[in-house]
């Protein structure tokens, strides 16, 4: 049911002529024909009216509102994407807005031609920019979609999952590049490693991490790193620079030898008593 509404425009020469819109009581329950054929007129009666006053303001909306079953359609697509559908119609009000904005009446373009795709651009940007839980090249999160139309495809038409010859001959693209699109798939979710995993109804659930973390062996190495580092710092230029001769450049004793201008036996002394210093240094601070 609508009433209507006087919008009154000024033209250049000052004199006020007066336009009626329909006034409609909830606009997103209209039909979408019904909906089209009023947003033809609604565009007509924006390009002309003042922007940021009641009577722009009122038909801006109900554009907005009278299109929102445009919006809706144009989401259907993303059903497979693993986000709530409100939450995609809202991103896709968003392009309807943009496209009202910049449509022009005298293009003389079906506006829902114009709409659509700023609407899937606008959801296409939402999944790209946010919906990935690891950011992955653009061309990769498009495959990715790709790839899940494809695997749909075959699914149903060969009733079990496809291979990936078979995806591959359906995109077009190589067998490496299908794979390429299956592991950046990956990073689409994520977990938690504090999510349970669920286990016996008598025992409580284990943590995620506790199956795939491991312990470092390296990080050990790093605390005896940090326990040398003083130790080191005792000892003479010559004792340090013995050390890093062998242990750093791999040098053979002889050569130390050689190098220092001492004999090989002198070498194996020095390095000897050295590390049997750093060692005892260790365990007294271990």
């Known amino acids: ?56 303001q009122y038909a801006r909306n109900t554009l907005i509102e009278m299109n929102t079953s445009l919006v809706r359609f144009a989401a259907r697509r993303f059903r497979g994407s693993g986000q709530a559908m409100e939450d995609v119609v809202q991103v896709g009000i968003i392009g309807l807005i943009k496209a009202i904005d910049r ?12 709409a659509v795709p700023y609407i899937v651009g606008e959801i296409k940007r939402f999944f790209r920019d946010t919906s990935w839980a690891v950011h992955v090249p653009r061309r990769l999160q498009e495959a990715r979609t790709e790839l899940a139309k ?12 496809p291979r990936v010859a078979e995806l591959a ?8 590049q299908v794979v390429e699109a299956q ?3 990956n990073g689409y979710l994520s977990s938690s ?38 130790l080191l710092a005792e000892l003479d230029e010559r004792q ?26 002198h070498v194996s002394r020095l390095l000897s008593r050295t590390v ?9 601070t271990s």
């Open 276 to 284: 049997a210093r750093l060692r005892s240094g260790m365990l007294t």
């Open 150 to 161: 494809a695997t749909e495809e075959l699914a149903s038409r060969l009733g079990r999952a």
């Open 193 to 230: 490693l504090d999510a349970t995993v669920g286990g016996d109804a008598d025992e409580s659930d284990a943590t995620l991490s506790e199956f795939i973390g491991e312990e470092d062996p390296a990080l050990e190495l790093v605390e005896d790193f940090h326990a040398l580092a003083p």
């Open 1 to 56: 049911m609508t009433a209507t509404t006087r919008i009154g425009t000024t033209t250049d020469a000052g004199t006020e002529t007066s336009e009626v819109l329909p006034l409609i009581a909830e606009p997103q329950k209209l039909a979408p024909q019904d909906a089209r054929g009023l947003t033809g007129q609604f565009l007509e009666r924006l390009a002309v009216l003042e922007e940021g006053t009641p009577e722009y």
């Open 169 to 176: 001959a359906l995109m077009n693209i190589t067998e490496e």
């Open 240 to 265: 340090r620079l013995i050390l890093h001769l062998r242990f750093v450049e791999e040098l053979t004793q002889a050569d130390i030898g050689a190098r220092l201008g001492i004999s090989q036996m």
């Open 183 to 185: 592991v950046a798939a």
């Open 103 to 114: 449509f022009e009446v005298s293009r003389e373009v079906q506006f829902t031609s114009f």
